[in-house]
């Protein structure tokens, strides 16, 4: 069983920056994939970014390509989204997630955390 609790979001002003964090408990979370997500109010739930195990793989949805890098720390448990130059459009809850595939697509996790939220001012 692996539980996630993300944390660093907030209101921003259009062009800030952000850094979100995602920390892991469990003695099963060893070779696991993490992925970000968000939700917007009234629409779906995206994909945001994702990394593997490793670290070595790396993966993006193209509106956040160059503003957001994901990262984690294998020894602290602790994964992390940098986001900059934000946008009033990336206003939403903010997911991390883990699973057995660094995946782009929400069914590849079966582990959620609660949301942070980012809110971004024009």
């Known amino acids: 069983q692996v539980q996630l609790a993300e944390s660093g979001g907030g209101l921003v002003q259009a062009g800030g920056s952000l850094r979100l964090s995602c920390a892991a408990s469990?003695?099963?979370?060893?070779?696991?994939?993490i992925g970000w997500f968000r939700q917007a109010p009234g629409k779906e739930r995206e994909f945001v970014a994702a990394?593997?195990?490793?670290?070595?793989?790396?993966y993006y949805a193209d509106s956040v390509k160059g503003r957001f890098t994901i990262s984690r720390d294998n020894a602290k448990t602790t994964m992390y989204l940098q986001m900059r130059n934000l946008t009033p459009e990336d206003t939403a809850v903010y997911y991390c997630a883990a699973g057995r595939f660094a995946g782009i697509i929400s069914t590849d996790y079966n582990y959620w955390g609660q949301g942070t939220q980012v809110t971004v001012s024009s």
């Open positions: 469990g003695r099963t979370f060893i070779g696991y994939g």
């Open positions: 990394i593997n195990w490793t670290g070595a793989n790396t």
